[in-house]
Structure formats: C-alpha cells, structure tokens
C-alpha cells in the first residue's frame, strides 16, 4: 500500500518567516495530494490540494509543489502569522477510490 | 464545502459500556464513509471504510467485533465501541465523499471518547 513520509514533525517560525513542510509518498499511482490543517480538538480542514497534472497551485500565503518523478510534495507558508499554528497534515490518494494515507503531520508554532 | 456532522463530541463512559457515535453526510449523498482514530499529537489512523448497504472493510489490526459499523443510508454511518476498556479511549473522527464525484474528503468534527 501507499506509504507517505513526512517532516518535519515539529516545525517553530518567527512570525514573518516562511515555513516548509515536506513529504515523500511511495505510489506512483498516487495522483491527488491533499494538506490538511487541524487546530487542537478539531477536525482536520482542507487547506490546498494538487493533482498528478500539476506541478504547482498556489493560494495567497499557501502554496503547494509536485514532484511525481522525486515523488515528493511540499506545502509552502509565506508570511506566517500566529494562526497559523495548527498540525499540517499531507495525504496521498489515487482518487477514484478516494481513501487517503496521512503523513505523520507537522506542528507548526508560530511565535509572535 | 460539503458538511458532515458527527455527534457526540464528547463522551464519558464506564469501562464494559458500549457508545454509539453517529457521522453523517448533511447535503450530499456519501456511499462511503472512512472511520479514522487519532492519538493525541499523532496522525489520522484508518480504521475501517463503511460502505452503504454492504459489511465495512477494516483494517488490519482492527477488531471488527470490537468497533462495529453499519451504513445503513447514503447519509448515515455509525460506529459503535462495544464493551468499552480505558485503552479505547480516543479521538475518533469520519469522513466522507461525495458520491460519484472525485473530489477531497469532509471530515465530522470528531468525537473525544474517555472510559473510565
């Protein structure tokens, strides 16, 4: 089955800064790639997504990168600012079936 | 988005109990719906994908007889912890999809279940 990688698993930023998150999966198969933020005791929220056609999507702050050769995907936070902080999660899927595989997540701390 | 709402948030229950916790689809029709388990500061763990109308498919490791699910409406799912043990407790959240659109997954807002 799909195994997705992801690091790092503690992330702190001053705010301002930008802040990268990265993930590797292991299915080539794999061809929708969706980020997730979950504040505490929350469910998770789509935040950006891409698809196997696409190399990059950007969103004002947010962006996400596709590497399908490398197998790697990155989410990209521009200007991070306090609310920012939250677990980031990445997902793999071959859509059509649509049960995604969760990287580990990410605790992003941004400090004011 | 889509919305699906999962009830209770919270519970309490005493060791041997079973709960009973309710995910549903509000304004679309969702013939499968995924039941995840969280640990605290850990990652959404597949637990079984339900699906309408037939026997959920779990996931290795996971006691079918322990975490029974049934989907008995494209809106309606439900899992149920029978015989509940303090280790089962947990953040338990669904998801679901739209039917016949290849689109992201909308998750419940979880349910915090602590046996005591």
């Known amino acids: 089955g799909e195994n997705v990688e992801q690091h790092p698993s503690t992330l702190s930023v001053q705010e301002g800064d930008s802040a990268v998150i990265k993930c590797t999966y292991s299915?080539?198969?794999?061809?929708?790639f969706p980020w997730y933020k979950q504040e505490l005791g929350k469910r998770p929220q789509l935040i950006i997504d891409i698809r196997s056609n696409v190399g990059e999507k950007k969103d004002q702050r947010i962006a996400v990168t596709l590497n399908k050769t490398a197998k790697h995907f990155s989410l990209h936070i521009t200007e991070t600012q306090p609310e920012d902080s939250a677990v980031y999660f990445c997902?793999?899927?071959?859509?059509?079936?649509?049960?995604?595989?969760f990287g580990r997540g990410t605790s992003l701390i941004v400090h004011p | 988005g889509a919305v699906v709402s999962q009830h209770p948030s919270r519970v309490i229950c005493k060791s041997g109990t079973s709960v009973k916790i309710e995910c549903r689809s509000l304004?679309?029709?969702?013939?499968?719906m995924f039941w995840y388990r969280q640990f605290p500061k850990k990652s959404l763990m597949l637990m079984a994908t339900?699906?309408?109308?037939?026997?959920?498919?779990?996931e290795q490791g996971v006691e079918k007889d322990k975490f029974l699910i049934n989907h008995a409406s494209l809106t309606l799912s439900t899992l149920t912890v029978t015989s509940a043990h303090p280790e089962d407790s947990s953040f338990y959240i669904c998801s679901a999809s739209e039917r016949g659109v290849d689109t992201e997954a909308f998750f419940g807002q979880g349910t915090r279940l602590t046996v005591v």
């Open positions: 304004d679309f029709q969702a013939t499968t």
């Open positions: 299915d080539s198969a794999s061809n929708y």
């Open positions: 997902a793999a899927s071959m859509g059509g079936s649509y049960i995604p595989t």
């Open positions: 339900s699906n309408e109308g037939s026997k959920a498919t779990y």
